[in-house]
């Protein structure tokens, strides 16, 4: 970390804006609001692109590219969409740049070229796409269209924070047609299936399924369905969601098929999207005081070999092992780093990999080899050991899935030590008061009630869990009857 | 294709169109001059950003991701570049929509939110990159910095077509920043390298690579390296470019760096890309009045079998032998579909595959059964022939691997068979007005005979190859003294 190392007890913002700095994944852009995504962070990103992309495939979809800009008679077309976006909405105004005469070298836009039309820089796809969608169904034979679409977003944000919240980010977006209702919520839960098996088994980040009020649903949809994962510091985050659109977009786009029984129906729609955004989730679930810690699955060095020696014999004698077990793990398809650079100490180098997240380092030095040993150290827990320097590549595999599962388990064991079950406004507020994470309390099911109590404490009905069990109370706020207890907390 | 079927002869430009749709790769979205890539356009796409990303990793760049958006003042830092593309940029003025009052569930832009400062959408990367690089670069130990970027760009264009020219495009740029002049022409000349490679390996296509002339040169660059392919028309495609420029951002960014010596001087860069013009290519070079062919390695589909039957006892034995030669192609690593809708007869899905270009089919059929064959046909060269049932997947690998060469060789041939050369002027008109392709002659090296030669013929100076041979001539155009063949040809 820098020089000025601030702990995640100081001030846990504070760590998370320096870790992503001085870890090399992201800084701020010279256009506001924007990010630059460094190498090192980028690498993350295009790893769980890789994983995402083949379980989208590996469920029947396709992906494909709709442009990035929405005409605004389109834009407006589905009224709650619209209405939910309109306030952030980077516009295109002027197609053209022309010299400024009154400052030589300078331009300036030219107001001769300006659109008949203003161009929206899409928020979110779901307008030009099933405008498009429009032409490409005619009949039943025509359904499902199941597509995902990687692409560029822009939602003006005044507050923006790295990966968390920025006006440009980087998504997926999947947009499904289908003949039925049961067909749309199928897929909707299916793909919030996909979200949490990824976040868990590739981001070892355990979340919890659930489904959003009316006030936290996506604008245009009849359900969002959601993953929440719980941050370090208690805060809770939404890490995906998936939408049940039901006929609202057909309906705005005039979207008919014939059915088998030719009759002419509207279509059952569907959208869910992940983002950059669980880079965040990824660095504050995981990583410490001392920088990155990253799940195997996703760092894009797994191991990495550090040599030490004093003379060139002993150089010599390392650089032969290190070459040997990088060729072993390399063979053995690990993603693996022998650095040895000549220019940085090995202190410096453990510190750098350290702050990098590297989830397991070997040391190889002439004092361990004298007993055919080298010395392992992993990320998650700081555990050193001796092992055979002949090294078996299985081995060390197993100890990488220790560390994938090591890093779930922590965070699961952490996320469930963190939900506290209250039943009266006071322990609601005492709760947020002396304790982190979630409240699971009862809700009278009202929006009033909602915006009162986040009022009151800024605490926000993360969902309504899935695998919620009825059970008759009453509502913490307002005492009235409730059926089930659902999630509060605060969050990002 | 459609109905009313035109061929190449006809009409090359209308049954470019009518392919690019048919063929279900792209179309024109409701946004003027964007298009919308279908899932089997896409898929091809991916498959080359495959290969291209694997071949950048080799050559030691990584990826990153830098703001669609561009402040005015960074834009125009470098005047030549910025002039260069001032006449087709999309620009933001405002970040907000409002309820329009006069049209009730309409919306305006809300002239309250004006940017102080436009932000143009990025045409190109060099500025926003180059300004980030001011931060990254101190000392001759930050250099060389080698990074890509696969981004979306958009340049306002009036004339569109669906791949070859449209606003907004997929692409990637490479962005190299270098210590000394000769390690950044190296890089620009590796990249052309591995552009020429790729077109040559992968998408079967031949190229000249060569330098631009000034007039044609990118704005901003010293030198402007490209490969340019001839289509089956004739005309001559520019499907990459690789720059080297110079000092002309990193002066007008400000970017030095401390050399080994401690002396501050500016650094030395490059730019390269490629995008989705790629395609137009791919489909201009070797499909055919049948529809799309595609080289096995970027074809999503490798291999297509299809069943005939008539009875239910036909049909098992057909699925039965169809399902033995998917699992044995499929675990070969060949991608292969086994198409058993009962929806469409053999006849439609004969067509059908033509139309996508699917190199490879094979048809199972019970009276081939009877003496244990299968039958295999060509899309490129229309062979068909009756291999054994008991199928070998090297077999259909050195089909697979013969095809693609094939492909190339034609194209190969097409392109060389293609290149007139004349030493009079008399002689370069009539060989533009009765042959197609290139054009080989001598020039003066001035921009002012260069332009002059398109004005009277529409043909450009392709480029000036790179193995050209120096010989004394003289201009075909001035009669001045020349040292060497130019390439012209009219261009897409």
Redesign the interface.
């Known amino acids: 970390m820098g020089k000025n190392k601030i702990t995640r007890a100081e001030d846990y913002s504070a760590w998370y804006n320096n870790l992503v700095k001085d870890a090399d994944l992201a800084e701020h ?3 506001k609001g ?6 090192y962070g ?2 993350i990103w ?1 790893a769980m692109q890789k994983e995402l992309d083949q379980r989208f495939k590996d469920t029947g979809h ?11 008679s ?3 077309a589905e ?1 709650k969409n ?1 209405e939910g976006f ?14 400024d005469e009154d400052n030589p ?3 300036m ?1 030219d107001p001769k070229a300006k659109l008949e039309e ?4 899409r928020p979110t796809s779901e307008a ?1 796409i099933w ?2 969608y429009k032409n490409w169904i005619q009949s039943y034979r025509d359904l499902p269209i199941l ?1 995902n679409q990687w ?2 977003v ?1 939602r ?1 944000e005044m507050r923006t924070r790295l990966f968390l919240r920025t006006a ?1 980010f ?1 998504w997926q977006e999947g947009h499904t047609a289908h003949a039925t209702k049961e067909e749309a919520i199928a897929e909707t839960v299916q793909m919030l299936d996909v979200y949490a098996d990824f976040a868990e088994k590739v981001m070892a980040v355990p979340v919890i399924k659930g489904i959003k009020t009316e006030n936290e649903r996506f604008a245009g949809a009849v359900d969002t369905y959601c993953i929440e994962g719980l941050m370090q510091d208690g805060k809770a985050l939404q890490m995906g969601t998936s939408h049940f659109l039901g006929q609202n977009f057909a309906k705005a786009f005039d979207v008919k098929y014939v059915t088998k029984e030719n009759k002419q129906e509207h279509v059952w729609a569907t959208s869910w999207g992940v983002s950059t955004r669980l880079m965040g989730a990824l660095i504050m679930v995981h990583s410490d005081d001392d920088g990155l810690v990253l799940p195997p699955k996703l760092a894009p060095i797994q191991v990495v070999i550090v040599p030490i020696y004093r003379s060139d014999e002993e150089l010599e004698l390392v650089t032969k092992k290190g070459d040997e077990i990088f060729n072993t793990l390399k063979a053995a398809g690990i993603r693996v780093k022998f650095d040895t650079r000549d220019t940085h100490k090995p202190g410096f180098k453990f510190a750098e990999y350290e702050l990098k997240g590297v989830p397991l380092r070997i040391t190889v030095g002439p004092r361990d080899l004298a007993n055919n040993q080298i010395e392992i150290a992993r990320r998650d827990n700081r555990e050193k050991s001796l092992i055979d320097a002949d090294i078996n590549s299985d081995a060390i595999n197993n100890t990488l899935d220790e560390i994938q599962k090591g890093l779930f388990d922590r965070a699961k064991d952490h996320q469930e030590t963190h939900i506290t079950s209250v039943d009266t406004w006071d322990d609601f507020k005492e709760a947020l008061e002396t304790k982190t994470g979630f409240i699971s309390a009862h809700w009278d099911g009202s929006g009033e009630t909602e915006q009162k109590i986040k009022e009151a404490t800024k605490a926000t009905i993360r969902c309504i869990p899935l695998d919620n069990k009825q059970e008759a109370g009453a509502c913490v706020f307002s005492g009235n009857p409730s059926t089930q207890r659902v999630l509060f907390a605060k969050a990002y």
Chains 1, 2 share one sequence.
């Open positions: 852009a010279a256009v924007c990010m630059v995504i460094k190498p980028y690498a295009e396709e992906n494909a590219y709709f442009p990035l800009f929405v005409p605004k389109l834009f407006e009224e619209a309109a306030k952030e909405c980077a516009v295109v105004t002027h197609y053209r740049l022309k010299s070298g300078k331009l836009v203003e161009l929206i820089v030009i405008n498009t597509i692409a560029n822009v003006w440009e980087l």
